[in-house]
């Protein structure tokens, strides 16, 4: 092991972890083997090697860079050494060891992911299961079948599985789908409607999947054809755009953005899902730039058997957008006061009551003070308000029909603040884009959820139950017996199992972000 310890590898294995941060696990690594080469017996690599060495060069494949892992520079040293007579044990030494080293990383990065999600904000407190790298490297080195371990250690995710299909699909598209498609002069282009890139409309949704392909009625047509229009809704609902089946600015601009931009959407929505626990148990994850919610049972659950439904997220503001991180949902609580943020109370009811002395009476607004529901109700004075600046009162609004969190809320409880509750303002759950709240999170169906929630109590509710309790006593307030992980997400890239790939917009610009702390070079996308 001496000669292996002294190795000095190529330098030039560029963007490779610092070598001193990989010492100790490399010394670990090759103390597991007798302190002997891993790789190679000195005149020839091994077949996982060169497994490994395979895996390496379609490192895009999973979603991860190929030079990340020295992959050319790698095989070009093997030939080198397997053509040159007199390679000497020290060279095949360095070798084993640069092979050794670019194999943790991949093993890091592949179960992982190449960042820390906090370094990006993420306040994941439940992260993937430990594992022994220079054990798993080890087993590597002797593996029967290399590819079936690497893929042990994947997230085990069904979807993450599924968007990686779709990875390998829209690569083989480039750069078929490049073309651009022309600019219009009118508002949009609608059913009937003469336009001059239609052929080349018809080709992209075609290669998209939105179009059958043997479906050529209308093909020699310029004119947006009943069958186009249909496609184009299609593609509006897989790119969380207003499906009005109309060929507008925005639908053409997402048409048009290049099919690199939409691969670095699953290339980092994969490194995301990297950060995550197994789902193991019921597990409600909220993905805000779908502004969607799902109810898990295990990391296998197929869409149909999801509880789904729509939400509503936080405004794009930076004040107000929704975090992302993870709870233990522990209450619910039907007919709930709603708390008004200090923030909100100071920048938005005050200045109203300034103006209208009646506003807290008309929304059934009441000045506190103490913690707690049952806080002690205060006359809405000058002097009280004062007092509301400094946190010594504080304002809430009474259980009712226009209660900003309707009939029920379900608390994780959090240092933001943000929980998942009901709506009076139902019609926003019909616009395709949900960014209205100030961080908390409106659910469409709260009654379902609640089913979902309270289904494994000692006493199960009934939905006759919640419904009575939805309209019952104000402040019912339910402990679970065993608190339900919350997770709230972001990808903007969601695969499914009927074939679908949803390509959305980066509504809090957290992918560009991630693209610089991978240090990834950031691709234009088009405009029109």
């Known amino acids: 092991m001496r000669l292996l310890l002294e190795a000095e590898p190529d330098r030039s294995l560029l963007r490779l972890d610092n070598r001193a941060t990989l010492r100790g696990d490399l010394q670990a690594l ?12 000195g005149r020839r690599p091994s077949a996982q090697a060169l ?24 095989a070009a040293r093997l030939a080198q050494l397997q053509s040159d007579q007199t390679s000497t044990p020290r060279q095949w030494a360095d070798w084993d060891f640069d092979v050794a080293t670019a194999a943790m990383r991949f093993v890091r990065h592949l179960h992982f992911g190449r960042i820390d999600p906090f370094q990006v904000g993420y306040k994941l407190k439940l992260s993937r299961a430990a594992i022994d790298v220079p054990a798993l490297v080890l087993q590597l080195a002797g593996a029967v ?17 599924l968007l990686k299909q779709q990875l390998r699909r829209y690569r083989t598209l480039v750069p078929a789908t490049d073309a651009m498609l022309p600019a219009f002069n009118t508002r949009s282009i609608g059913q009937g409607d003469s336009y001059s890139g239609i052929a080349l409309l018809r080709q992209r949704l075609s290669l998209l999947g939105e179009l059958n392909a043997t479906d050529t009625a209308g093909a020699d047509d310029d004119r947006l054809t009943p069958e186009l229009s249909d496609a184009l809704r299609s593609f509006q609902r897989d790119h969380g755009l207003n499906e009005d089946g109309v060929l507008g600015k925005g639908t053409l ?9 939409r691969i670095r959407q699953i290339e980092l929505s994969m490194e995301r899902w990297r950060w995550l626990p197994e789902i193991k148990a019921a597990t409600i994850v909220v993905n805000i730039p779908q502004f969607r919610l799902f109810a898990f049972d295990s990391n296998e659950d197929r869409e149909e058997n999801l509880l789904t439904m729509a939400v509503v997220v936080g405004q794009s503001f930076p004040a ?27 920048a938005e009811i005050l200045p109203a009551l300034a103006r209208d002395p009646h506003y807290l009476e008309r929304q059934h607004m009441e000045l506190v003070r103490g913690s707690g529901d049952d806080a002690t109700v205060v006359p809405a004075s000058s002097t009280n308000l004062h007092l509301l600046g400094n946190g010594q009162t504080r304002l809430r609004q009474r259980p009712g029909p226009d209660n900003a969190l309707g009939d029920i809320k379900f608390l994780f ?13 139902r019609k926003l759950f019909a616009l395709s884009r949900r960014a209205f709240s100030h961080g908390c999170i409106r659910v469409e169906d709260p009654a379902a959820l609640a089913g979902y929630v309270l289904r494994n109590e000692p006493e199960p509710w009934s939905p006759a139950a919640i419904a009575a309790a939805m309209s019952g006593l104000p402040n019912q307030r339910v402990v679970l017996a065993h608190s339900i992980p919350v997770m709230i997400l972001y990808a903007t890239a969601v695969a499914t199992e009927s074939g679908r790939l949803y390509l959305l ?9 991630l693209e610089q702390r991978l240090g990834l070079t950031a691709i234009a996308g088009s405009t029109e």
Not at 30 to 41: F, P, R
Not at 413 to 421: E, I, K, Q, S, W
Request: aromatic content about 14%; hydrophobic content about 40%; cysteine-free.
């Open 320 to 346: 107000r957008q929704t975090p992302v991180f993870v709870g233990d949902l522990k209450f619910v609580v039907f007919r709930p006061y709603w708390d008004v943020p200090s923030s909100i109370a100071r």
């Open 413 to 425: 409880p959090n240092p933001y603040n943000v929980y998942l509750h009901s709506t009076p303002a």
């Open 30 to 41: 090759y103390a597991l083997h007798a302190d002997s080469m891993l790789w190679s017996d």
């Open 505 to 513: 917009d980066d509504l809090y610009g957290l992918d560009r972000e």
């Open 51 to 74: 497994a490994l060495l395979e895996r390496f060069t379609h490192a895009d494949d999973d979603g991860l860079a190929p030079a990340d892992y020295a992959a050319e520079l790698l």
């Open 253 to 261: 601009r997402a048409l048009n953005l290049p099919t690199a931009f």
């Open 145 to 161: 079948d290399v590819d079936a371990l690497l893929s042990s250690i994947e997230p085990q995710f069904l979807h993450y599985r």
